[in-house]
């Protein structure tokens, strides 16, 4: 989901002046001059260096302070304290270090807190739980220490909460229970990779994660987490398919230590790898340039025998869907919508037994849909909604016939490339939508059905039978204008009454055509 962000109005001067030589309304930061009415300040990658200056505090009319990809080192000033209109606070991947100021706490306005990925120390006081405000919190890649505060989980309109890679100890307060509706989407909530010890709440239990311990037996650790080298090599195998700005490095031990951000973000149950997320919401907390799959899913894939979420939408990814993706037994998400990937449907999808969700659209998909698909439940959240908003596979080139379970399902596709619908164009273009009589009609097994587009449209031609159940769709998709000649075999069909509708956004005509055998 693509995050709702404020519109925000900003009054920013910007003057390169030197030291000392700011107007009175305005104040020196990193040697720029900027208005303290600014409502707005978003420095972003913009290599600044050194500490954050006190001066920053004389901005009392900010609402939003963005920081984030720089060099910047040493502590958070207490002077953050005086941006009481504070809604956005963004500091997220610098150098900086030491304590949050018990100042920070005060912010009560305060609705985005992202100050992931730097060195900060300390624990987290029970301050925390002023912050009412706060939906989205991410301290996660820093060196927090301590307990997890119980009033952290006071803060119920949080929608997005990422403690992971710390070194939390103790404890989770049972008061996590209070704010349970996050828990049903680990892509929101993440607390693994620190050293929380059992037992843990019963409403937190499939979330906690991998959680480190010093008698770790494993040499091979994944951010500080020990992991099973086997889906490491997977992961090895995926970065190396990709571009060039993502690797994995090792450290002077050789274990292998993966950032989010080169490979999304991951859960470890055990050792093993349970969810691999990279996607759209990740590149919006990361740069686009230093995000992205790109070459084939490996064949490796089906390695992996413990993963549940796989979520690789909004990549570039290529080349065909593996066939070992059917021995992912526990899958239960199955992501890879938006990309290039192409080839057709693997039959060993239907294996996939616990899955829930199947999302293949926008893609470049060919061939068959295989009728395994039809072993597939996907319930979700109890619901027996079997396909709909639970199967998606449009915006491909699939062709009919569709499988019977999925028919009404498959949504615009382009076949213009299937021998079985075999659509002949003839000129010249016509000058209005028609479909003519069937021929021959009556017809044994085999008959012609000719229509005409002034323009290039999407539509379909589908065949119903006389109580009006569709039984065959012919045409689906996007045609080029001009007179067109579908060639259907009706030789499994039983004699009867049918009638061919043809439908598109401007046009729709239906035909009576007998089968006799």
């Not at 009175?24 to 954050?52: A, K, M, P, Q, R």
């Not at 404890?171 to 693994?192: A, G, H, Q, V």
């Not at 010890?197 to 994944?222: A, H, K, R, T």
């Not at 239907?350 to 996907?378: A, Y």
Request: charged residues 20%; contains cysteine; glycine residues 8%.
């Amino acid at each position: 989901m693509k995050e709702l962000l404020k519109p925000i109005i900003s009054s920013i001067a910007i003057v390169s002046i030197g030291l000392g030589q700011c107007d009175n309304d305005e104040v020196e930061l990193w040697g720029e001059c900027y208005s303290i009415n600014i409502i707005s300040l978003n420095l972003t990658d913009n290599g600044l260096t050194g500490e954050i200056p006190p001066e920053i505090g004389e901005l009392t009319n900010l609402t939003s302070l963005v920081l984030r990809y720089n060099e910047l080192t040493g502590s958070i000033p207490a002077e953050i304290g005086d941006l009481t209109q504070l809604w956005s606070l963004d500091l997220r991947f610098n150098n900086l270090s030491g304590s949050i100021p018990a100042e920070l706490w005060t912010l009560t306005n305060l609705e985005q807190l992202r100050i992931q990925k730097n060195q900060f120390t300390g624990s987290i006081p029970p301050e925390i739980g002023n912050l009412t405000e706060l939906t989205h919190l991410y301290l996660y890649g820093n060196q927090f220490s301590g307990s997890i505060p119980s009033e952290i989980f006071d803060l119920t309109n949080v929608v997005k909460f990422h403690l992971n890679n710390n070194q939390f100890t103790g404890l989770i307060p049972e008061t996590i229970c209070n704010i349970d509706w996050i828990f049903f989407n680990p892509y929101r909530f993440d607390i693994s990779g620190n050293q929380l010890v059992p037992p843990y709440p019963d409403c937190v239990v499939p979330f906690v994660g991998y959680q480190y311990s010093e008698d770790c037996e494993s040499n091979y650790l994944f951010n500080g987490i020990c992991t099973e080298q086997s889906d490491l090599d997977v992961l090895q195998i995926i970065i190396d398919n990709s571009s060039e700005t993502i690797n994995m490095e090792m450290d002077d031990n050789n274990n292998g230590l993966i950032e989010p951000i080169e490979l999304g973000t991951q859960w470890w149950v055990d050792g093993r790898l349970a969810e691999l997320n990279c996607n759209y919401d990740l590149a919006n907390e990361y740069p686009l340039d230093d995000l992205g799959l790109s070459g084939n899913i490996p064949p490796e894939i089906g390695n992996l025998e413990s993963m549940e979420f796989l979520w690789l939408e909004d990549n570039q990814l290529t080349g065909p869907i593996p066939s070992g993706i059917g021995n992912l037994e526990h899958l239960k998400y199955l992501i890879l919508q938006y990309n290039q990937i192409s080839g057709s449907i693997p039959s060993e999808i239907g294996n996939l037994s616990n899955l829930e969700i199947l999302k293949l659209d926008n893609n470049q998909l060919t061939g068959f849909i295989p009728d395994s698909i039809c072993n597939l439940t996907l319930q979700f959240h109890g619901w027996n909604n079997l396909f709909g908003e639970n199967l998606a596979v449009y915006n491909n080139q699939l062709c009919p016939p569709y499988p019977d379970c999925v028919d009404a399902y498959v949504g615009l596709q382009d076949t213009t490339g299937c021998d079985q619908v075999s659509v002949a164009s003839v000129d010249p273009i016509p000058l209005d939508y028609r479909l003519f009589e069937p021929y021959p009609n009556p017809f044994n097994a085999q008959t012609t059905i000719e229509f005409s587009l002034p323009l290039k449209d999407v539509m379909t031609i589908k065949v119903h039978d006389i109580s009006g159940k569709e039984v065959r769709s012919l045409v689906h998709g996007i045609i080029d204008s001009g007179e067109h000649k579908v060639h259907w075999n009706a030789s499994n069909l039983s004699s009867g009454i049918y009638f061919i509708r043809m439908e598109s956004r401007h046009f729709v005509d239906t035909k009576k055509i007998s089968l006799i055998k």
